[in-house]
């Protein structure tokens, strides 16, 4: 039988080509997402997957999101959590309501949405979550306090889970992607794409999602049993750890 996975923020950029690689692969997928409704629809259309609506920030509507998926598709054996959000801002500027949304969402929403589907995991004695996380969180970047603070503290979340699934067949991974070439970073002015970011990375371009969905399908795959706990660096070449 087929697994089930979920993709927070998977119907649009990195979560959607993720959504469709799994779908690929044989999954039957929840695709979760935030508020676009109209990019919802449009995913569905497209792709066939189900697209199911709540934030990544309330727990209880993580709860009932995950009840409501294994209602419909069967308990959920793969969890991507990949939903995000920005509110750049140099930290002499940033407000409290500025950091809080970021932190409850890009950190917290990875703790609401991994405690429900935990204990199933366990339970049946399988279980694959890969966070999405950043280059930022690894190096850290100026005017993204917030950000970088979430995405390492992603890291962290990631290689202590890592430590209490291992012996109940639960792998826990990390993805830091650097500068990958989804709408938001295309929308980028081309000359500050052309002369400010791309001449950072040592591969000479952009990412594609596509190369970030290959990551994920791998890792929630059967090959990929013994590793665990671990951080794949999918940056061209632009930072190492």
């Known amino acids: ?10 119907s649009r950029g990195i979560g959607a080509s993720i959504s469709k690689a ?8 929840a695709a979760n997402y935030a508020g676009n409704d109209a990019a919802a629809e449009a995913f569905t259309s497209e792709t066939g997957i189900k697209t199911y609506k709540w934030s990544v920030a309330d727990y209880d509507a993580c709860a009932e999101g995950v009840r409501k998926v294994e209602a419909e598709l069967g308990p959920v054996d793969v969890l991507i959590n990949n939903a995000g959000i ?4 140099m930290f002499h500027k940033m407000t409290p309501a500025q950091w809080k949304e970021v932190i409850d ?5 990875v703790f609401n949405m991994t405690h429900p589907v935990w204990g199933g995991m366990r339970d049946r004695k399988f279980g694959r979550i890969i966070t999405i996380s950043s280059i930022n969180g690894q ?18 979340l990631t290689r202590a889970l890592a430590q209490e699934g291992a012996r109940a067949g639960i792998t826990v991974n990390v993805i830091a992607p650097g500068y990958i ?19 950072q990375i040592p591969v000479g371009r952009l990412g594609e ?10 890792l ?16 061209g070449g632009q930072y190492f750890t």
Do not use: W
């Open 1 to 10: 039988m087929a697994r089930v996975a979920i993709v927070t923020g998977g």
């Open 86 to 89: 920005t509110r750049d801002a």
């Open 181 to 199: 070439g989804t709408e938001m970073v295309r929308a980028i002015d081309e000359r500050v794409l052309a002369e400010r970011i791309i001449p």
């Open 209 to 218: 999602p596509e190369e970030i969905a290959r990551c994920a399908v791998f």
């Open 139 to 156: 190096k850290g970047q100026a005017g993204q306090a917030n950000y970088s603070a979430a995405k390492a503290g992603d890291i962290g």
């Open 22 to 29: 799994l779908q690929e692969a044989g999954y039957h997928v």
């Open 105 to 109: 969402t890009n950190l917290s929403g």
């Open 220 to 235: 929630a795959s059967d090959d990929a049993g013994f590793i665990t706990g671990s951080t794949i660096s999918a940056n």
